[in-house]
């Protein structure tokens, strides 16, 4: 019986590894401002500055569609990202584009800036084509609802919303959030430090998104010496079920006397592959496991690295991604500004916990501000073929957003 190593490219943290290169790699790229940046312009409103309290929501609806529109799948943001950019620009957001390609919309503070509200979305998407267009008031596209009706409406929002002065409001349009490594948020991570965020995934206009679990992506590959399919002897394959069926059985013992879908480990075999040189035979899987609050990333890769394959067989076990989970309370500062204007809208909020994973995962440990997700759309049609979002829903997400960050805007500068 060969014991289980962890093969992670010489490292024995295959995250880390993974982040540490993506950062450096983005640190190498140069700053690249957008081109024709306008100059803030204020307007008073109720006392505090707004940038563009007039923006109509004909004009959002065509940020919305302008943007789903463009192609942006995972690596290949470039061209959404432009289009952001240019709204941005028309709508008196000083705009540009970061060393890891993230789109940014900064609404300055006036005076010296004190504190600052991170509006961070994502403008990339999973693969498929859905024919863009507005029927019977519902807009239908890939990225309608993951996460490009969130990203538009914080746009709107962003330029609508009166804040005091020297509070800041900065729109994020990251890279890459789609892929295991997220390395659109780990480049800003570092580059910042706000007072408060709010993550753009969709909870619905009258949801509020408290928690994601944490991830853990892994693909192992089990090795022998070939053997007559006819003898008595397991096949690769075999033992590849076989040290499946024990991670199986760990998650079942961890979770025990547990219950909920957030409260619990989950694990999927997502891909398995095979062959035989005639001298070697292998079966590779691709799995992954959800995480919660009381599972560490770190322990549960070490709980698999130490499960055995069969007699006879190596097993070699590579993290491809992972994250911790991250919750906050109700009465989060964030949660509360949501909350209350949802009421305004005429809502009762409902708070949501994710069993997937966002930028939220990336940024709340680290920044450790007050933070939640919120955005149009159902996520139940996240990556479907049948991807849409209500037109009217999503306006009255944008009048919830910029209410939240007004409240939001005021708190901080009451505490400052």
């Not at 911790?324 to 309370?329: D, I, K, L, P």
């Not at 109700?330 to 949660?335: E, G, P």
Request: with cysteine; charged share 20%.
């Amino acid at each position: 019986m060969t014991r289980t190593t962890a093969a992670v490219d010489g490292t024995a943290d295959a995250s880390a590894s993974t982040r540490g290169r993506v950062e450096e790699d983005a640190r190498l790229a140069e700053p690249k401002p957008a081109t024709a940046l306008p100059v803030a312009t204020f307007v008073s409103v109720d006392g505090h500055p707004a940038l563009n309290a007039g923006v109509g929501d004909d004009r959002a609806v065509d940020a919305l569609q302008r943007l789903v529109a463009t192609p942006s799948v995972s690596g290949s943001e470039a061209a959404a990202v432009g289009v952001f950019i240019e709204i941005a620009a028309g709508i008196g957001l000083l705009a540009s584009i970061d060393g890891a390609g993230n789109g940014l919309a900064l609404r300055p503070s006036r005076g010296p800036e004190q504190a600052r509200i991170i509006l961070l979305g994502h403008i990339d998407t999973v693969a498929g084509h859905i024919p863009v267009r507005i029927e019977d008031g519902v807009l239908h596209g890939r990225g309608s609802v993951d996460a490009k009706g969130p990203l538009a409406a914080m746009l709107v929002a962003a330029s609508r919303a009166c804040v005091p002065d020297g509070v800041a409001v900065e729109v994020i349009a990251a890279v890459g959030e789609e892929t295991p490594t997220s390395p659109g948020a780990r480049f800003v991570l570092p580059r910042r430090r706000p007072a408060a965020c709010i993550i753009g995934e969709p909870s619905g206009w009258d949801g509020v998104t408290l928690g994601y679990k944490g991830r853990l992506r892994l693909t192992a590959e089990v090795s022998g010496g070939s053997a007559h399919s006819a003898g008595a002897t397991e096949s690769a394959c075999d033992a590849a079920i076989g040290w499946w069926s024990r991670v199986r059985r760990w998650v079942e013992r961890k979770n025990d006397g547990r219950r909920g879908t957030f409260e619990t480990i989950s694990a999927s075999l997502l891909a398995m592959e095979s062959g035989d040189d005639g001298l070697c035979q292998w079966a590779r899987l691709r799995a992954g496991l959800r995480l919660p609050v009381w599972m560490p990333p770190g322990e549960a890769e070490a709980a698999l690295c130490a499960l055995d394959a069969a007699d006879g067989f190596e097993i070699r076990v590579h993290v491809d991604g992972a994250e911790c989970a991250h919750e906050v309370g109700r009465n989060d500062a964030v949660v509360r500004a949501l909350s209350a204007a949802i009421r305004g809208e005429g809502g009762v909020p409902r708070p949501k916990r994710k069993s997937g994973t966002s930028d939220m995962n990336v940024v709340g440990p680290a920044w450790g501000c007050p933070i939640a997700a919120y955005g149009p759309g159902d996520s139940a049609l996240d990556h479907t073929p049948h991807e849409r979002v209500s037109v009217g829903e999503y306006l009255r997400s944008i009048r919830v957003l910029r209410a939240a960050i007004e409240g939001l805007g005021v708190e901080i500068a009451t505490a400052g």
